[in-house]
C-alpha cells in the first residue's frame, strides 16, 4: 500500500490504512514534537491526539497532496495550544500569588478561602458571556478554540475575554489588599 491508497482508504473508514499511515508516521511526528515538549509522556499524547485529529477529518484529505505536511501542522498546532494554554494558567496563578504576597505583606490574617471566596464574588459581577468565558478557560482548562467553537464566538473574543477579566481580577484584588489594610 503506497500513501495515496492509504488516504483513499482512510476516507472510506478503511482502519488498516489508518494504521499503515500510524505506523509509517508516528516516529517522525513523536521526534517532532520532542523538539519543543521535553516529557515523554506529553510527547506521546500529543501524537496520539494528532493521529485521533487524522482520524476525526479523515473525509476532508485531499489524497493528492502530502500526508506529511498535514499531519506536522496539526502537530504543530496541538503543540501551539498546549503551551498557551500551560503558559495561561502559569499568568492565572502568578496573578493569584502575587496578589496573595501583596495581600499577605499588608495583613498576614487573610487566608487564602477568604481570597478565593472574593474571586468568585468578582466573577459573579461580571456579564454572563465573561463568568463563563472564564469558567471554561480557568475551571474546565478548554483552550480559546475549544470554547469559541462551544460558545460559536472567535478565538479572538475569546482572548480579549479572558485578558479582560485577568486585569479586572488584578486591579480589584489590589483594591481589596489595600481596603483590608486600611482596617
Not at 97 to 113: G, P
Amino acid at each position: 500500500m503506497d500513501e495515496q491508497e492509504a488516504i483513499l482508504g482512510i476516507k472510506n473508514g478503511d482502519k488498516a490504512a489508518f494504521e499503515y499511515l500510524y505506523r509509517s508516521y508516528w516516529s517522525q511526528v513523536y521526534n517532532f514534537t520532542r523538539l519543543y515538549i521535553s516529557s515523554t509522556i506529553d510527547a506521546e499524547e500529543i501524537v496520539q491526539e494528532v493521529f485521533v485529529k487524522l482520524w476525526e477529518v479523515r473525509s476532508f484529505l485531499n489524497e493528492d497532496k502530502n500526508i506529511r505536511g498535514f499531519l506536522f501542522i496539526v502537530t504543530r498546532n496541538i503543540i501551539f495550544n498546549q503551551k498557551r494554554k500551560s503558559f495561561n494558567e502559569a499568568f492565572y496563578k502568578m496573578t493569584v500569588l502575587d496578589t496573595l504576597e501583596e495581600s499577605y505583606n499588608i495583613e498576614k490574617e487573610l487566608e487564602a478561602s477568604d481570597l478565593c471566596e472574593h474571586i468568585d464574588y468578582l466573577i459573579s459581577l461580571l456579564p454572563p458571556q465573561q463568568q463563563e468565558i472564564f469558567k471554561l478557560s480557568r475551571k474546565e482548562h478548554l483552550t480559546y478554540k475549544e470554547i469559541s467553537c462551544r460558545l460559536g464566538i472567535s478565538e479572538k473574543i475569546v482572548g480579549h475575554h479572558i485578558s479582560d477579566v485577568l486585569k479586572y481580577l488584578k486591579k480589584n484584588l489590589k483594591l481589596y489588599a489595600i481596603f483590608l489594610s486600611i482596617h
